[in-house]
């Protein structure tokens, strides 16, 4: 994907998910990325911190600070799904 190419919505599932010392500022870099590329809304889902499977080698998000990350610095439309897997959060942002 080259810098200049838009598509209408950018997806990304569960790219994230092994826990490294890196993590949350890879998510961000990735979310900045795909609203760059983005022309109507991005999709981003992870395992959430709210799960009861807690394996040590797996990364999980707060969605608390991934959305608020979003609503502060992207956008205010935000969907945020919690409801289809006892571990799995979808945000849905759009421009």
């Known amino acids: ?32 990325k795909m609203w760059k590329l983005c022309k109507r809304g991005i999709a981003y ?6 799960s ?3 394996p040590r080698e797996i990364y999980f998000v707060s969605p608390v600070k991934v959305i608020d990350y979003i609503m502060n610095n992207l956008t205010y439309k935000v969907v945020f799904r919690h409801d289809y897997m006892k571990h799995d959060f979808t945000i849905y942002a759009y421009k």
Request: charged share 20%.
């Open 52 to 54: 009861e499977i807690s």
């Open 45 to 50: 889902n992870a395992v959430s911190t709210f």
């Open 1 to 32: 994907m080259s810098d200049d190419e838009k598509y209408d919505y950018v997806i990304s599932l569960g790219f994230n998910c092994v826990k490294t010392s890196s993590n949350w500022e890879t998510l961000i870099q990735v979310l900045e």
